[in-house]
């Protein structure tokens, strides 16, 4: 049983640029969220995807963007990069069914230059 | 607005020895807790997770944890650490929202060194 995968696992870009980060869920989880995790921090919540839909949105900038495919494998992406965007991206997917787990991914180290 | 507070941010311990990691959460309402570990350059592991009932849990690696409403603390214990158990340790409370979906508000981190 396949567990959450991402890619790519490392990513350098400058300022200004724009990235998209991928997300598959665990085997039988339909929720994808997204958690930011900078470096000396615990993760913070970006948004939450179900049936293809934003649900939840953290206090984050409208420069971070995602989406859900049927499939409900997921993508964030960010434009205009900033400096303070360097961070480690994690994806966890989870089952909508009541109050489930969350089991993350190995997570994306994105640098910005 | 939950948070979650673990106030040390370094614990180093002899391989061996007992260990107790401290968590303390705000919440309004009964909390579903939770402890995560994560390798250097990885990932999130879930050790244990608290939902309702008894308030002693048992995870993997050995590890458990004990929900105490009156102190509105989750500490994570492990009665004799080993060496691959050098990690940093998260908790986390998650929050249920109005609008559908849930989301984990995480501590700060607790990182761990195990001396030999």
């Known amino acids: 049983d396949a567990g959450v995968t991402q890619s790519p696992t490392h990513l350098i870009k400058t300022r200004g640029q724009q990235v998209t980060l991928r997300c598959s869920p665990k085997?039988?989880?339909?929720?994808v969220s997204w958690y930011q995790q900078a470096l000396g921090q615990g993760p913070q919540f970006i948004f939450q995807y179900y049936e293809e839909e934003e649900r939840q949105r953290g206090n984050f900038p409208d420069r971070f963007s995602g989406h859900q495919f049927p499939n409900y494998s997921s993508e964030l992406n960010v434009n205009a990069l900033l400096l303070g965007d360097s961070a480690l991206y994690l994806c966890?997917?989870?089952?909508?069914?009541?109050?489930?787990?969350?089991?993350f991914g190995p997570g994306t180290r994105l640098l910005v230059l | 607005a939950q948070s979650v507070t673990q106030p040390d941010i370094h614990i180093t311990v002899s391989e061996g020895a007992s260990l107790e990691l401290r968590c303390n959460y705000s919440y309004g309402a009964t909390p579903y807790l939770f402890w995560y570990v994560q390798s250097p350059g990885q990932g999130l592991q879930l050790l244990l997770k608290?939902?309702?009932?008894?308030?002693l849990v048992q995870g993997i690696k050995g590890f458990e944890a004990e929900f105490k409403r009156s102190q509105s603390s989750f500490n994570l214990r492990k009665p004799s650490v080993h060496w691959s158990d050098a990690a940093e340790y998260f908790c986390?409370?998650?929050?249920?929202?109005?609008?559908?979906?849930?989301?984990?508000?995480f501590g700060t981190g607790t990182q761990l060194k195990v001396e030999l």
């Open positions: 608290y939902f309702s009932g008894d308030t």
């Open positions: 966890a997917s989870s089952s909508r069914t009541g109050i489930e787990t969350q089991y």
């Open positions: 085997s039988g989880h339909d929720t």
């Open positions: 986390a409370v998650d929050n249920i929202l109005t609008g559908g979906g849930n989301k984990l508000t």
